[in-house]
């Protein structure tokens, strides 16, 4: 009796869950839904909404996946992909952000260079993104201590917020961490301010692990690497053999690859 019920309801798909409802009522940033036997409806943003499958059989496909680049290691860079415009990352997580300076661009013009796009490609790369939403910061006044710039020239700073379409397990990870906290590196790549291209090297050093835990969709750990103090560092990518690690130090970017 309850699974006929069930199959006679609505089903709206969230990006981790599902839930058997009503659907009233879908406008353009929002949808409308009660429970049976009940009056009272709810509201949700469609942002948070993947897909609805109604009582009939219809799928209305909110945000559809496939057409965002699965992100496997930094050199996918070139599969990131840039936007200007907020709609483009409805429905997606943010798991970071960057910000780097562009030119003395008017406040309100947004102008990405190439070697912008390609350095904000590599840092969402280096994090798991697939996509970068730019979008201009205040401007602020030239550097009064460099002699080949205007103090009165306006810089504008460009941020942009790094998107993914898929977070990853934290169980998972624990699940194939087992109860393992000693690791080797294999390998480094680095990003140095200003550059846009990665610098790779083999670096071999012990990495103890403390605590991992989750933060804003972001798997962190808190861990030691080689003879430096105390860190934490995101968990970018992570397959049965290896998990790949992402810090900042500095204004340099990492990515260290870790078998397990």
């Known amino acids: 009796m309850l699974g006929e019920c069930v199959a006679q309801l609505d089903t709206i798909y969230y990006f981790d869950r599902k839930q058997a409802c009503i659907v009233k009522e879908i406008d353009t940033n929002q949808v409308k839904y009660s429970f049976p036997g009940e009056q009272l409806r709810y509201v949700v943003s469609k942002q948070h909404i993947q897909k609805i499958k109604f009582a009939s059989g219809r799928e209305d496909v909110l945000v559809d996946h496939s057409i965002f680049n699965q992100i496997r ?28 300076k562009i030119s003395a661009a008017p406040p309100k013009e947004l102008k990405l260079k190439e ?15 697939c996509m970068v939403h730019a979008m201009n910061e205040q401007a ?33 990870f624990r699940r194939i961490l087992s109860k393992k906290r000693k690791f080797m590196t294999l390998e480094e790549s680095s990003l140095l301010p ?28 808190s861990g030691r690497l080689g003879d430096r103090p105390n860190e934490t560092f995101k968990v970018v990518a992570f397959g049965e053999y290896y998990f790949c690690l992402y810090y900042e130090r500095g204004n340099t970017h990492y990515y260290i690859k870790v078998p397990i």
């Open 73 to 100: 290691g930094i050199d996918d860079y070139e599969k990131v992909k840039i936007t200007l415009l907020q709609q483009d990352v409805r429905g997606l997580f943010k798991i970071g952000e960057e910000s780097i």
């Open 115 to 129: 070697k912008n796009i390609t350095r904000l490609k590599r840092i969402a790369a280096m994090q798991g993104g």
């Open 140 to 172: 602020e006044m030239g550097d009064y201590s460099n002699p080949y710039q205007s103090a009165s020239t306006p810089i504008t700073r460009t941020k942009g917020l790094i998107y993914t379409h898929k977070l990853l397990d934290l169980n998972e």
């Open 194 to 221: 200003g550059s846009k291209k990665f610098e790779k090297e083999l670096m071999v050093k012990e990495f103890i692990l403390h605590e991992v835990k989750l933060q804003d969709n972001v798997i962190t750990i």
